[in-house]
């Protein structure tokens, strides 16, 4: 069955850099075929038996890397359904919109969390998906938007951010 490995805060601003070659070996050594690694922020789709052992990856992550890093397995069919529930009119471009997948961690996914970050609808779109918020906004709001208010909040630490470019290719890499 095929995996998506999302790490959450690697190479930001130059700081617990992981390097992909690594990461990829890494996976592999532990027993995941047909590892592939997207971007430099932590994407890594692979294949395994069962569902991999988050608490083993991390430790394992740890000691290749020298510090905690944070990461949440999802399968391939919940990257493919969360991918198609992006509205098709969403943009993610430098001029006018900004639109991302918030994964969450299990311990926070629930349709309650648009509540708790004071979601702005006059605004913003969020929408819950399983496992996601999917967030829209214009990029002359974005400095207003919620998103930035949750910036180190004990919940942001609960979820990883991908913009909706990344999230469409991580279903296209599962779906191959």
Known sequence: MKYVLLLRGINVGGNNRVEM???KSLLESIGHTNVITYINSGNVVF??????????????LEKE????VPALIVTGEDIVRIARAIPSKWQNDKDNEK???????????????????????????FTYVGGALLTNISRKNQSKGS???LIG????????????????KLAELVSQ
């Open 21 to 23: 070659a690594r990461l």
């Open 47 to 60: 294949e395994a038996s069962s569902l991999p052992d988050r608490s083993f990856i991390e430790k394992a």
């Open 65 to 68: 890397f020298g510090f905690s």
């Open 99 to 125: 639109s991302d997948v918030l994964y969450l961690f299990e311990e926070i996914d629930t349709p309650q969390i648009i509540k708790e970050i004071g979601v702005k609808p006059e605004i913003e779109t």
């Open 147 to 149: 998103l930035l208010k």
């Open 153 to 168: 909040t004990p919940l942001y630490k609960q979820m990883t951010i991908r913009n909706i470019t990344t999230a469409k």
